[in-house]
């Protein structure tokens, strides 16, 4: 079981900066990624960025130069600064962490979400 607890979203005026966290109970070299997704409403979740256990990071076309995704490995924790932020980002953003349990079956487990609001 992975518990991940997410914290720093809130609400922010367009072209302002947040930076969420996402802390794992396990250490994140464990996992195969991890990774950032949100849903807005009356919409479908999607990814937003991810980052592997060997550094390797995507993002959505949509964030591409504006947010980064980053780890601190000693703390457990997974980051998603988020910059130029606009009105279209706004949604509940949700953290997930993909591993494998000892007989190699994949898992997946999500963080309780965090609200971001970008005014215009």
């Known amino acids: 079981q992975v518990q991940l607890v997410e914290s720093g979203g809130g609400l922010v005026q367009a072209g302002g900066s947040l930076r969420l966290s996402c802390a794992a109970s396990?250490?994140?070299?464990?996992?195969?990624?991890m990774g950032w997704y949100r849903q807005a409403p009356g919409k479908q979740r999607e990814l937003v960025a991810a980052?592997?256990?060997?550094?390797?990071?995507n993002y959505a076309d949509s964030v591409k130069g504006r947010f980064t995704i980053s780890r601190d490995n000693a703390k457990n924790t997974v980051y998603l600064q988020m910059n130029s932020l606009r009105p279209e980002d706004t949604a509940v953003y949700y953290c997930?962490?993909?591993?494998?349990?000892?007989?190699?079956?994949?898992?997946?487990?999500w963080g309780q979400g965090t609200q971001v609001t970008v005014s215009s």
């Open positions: 997930n962490a993909d591993l494998n349990n000892r007989l190699g079956i994949p898992l997946t487990y």
């Open positions: 396990i250490s994140i070299l464990r996992l195969n990624a």
């Open positions: 980052i592997t256990s060997g550094g390797s990071t």
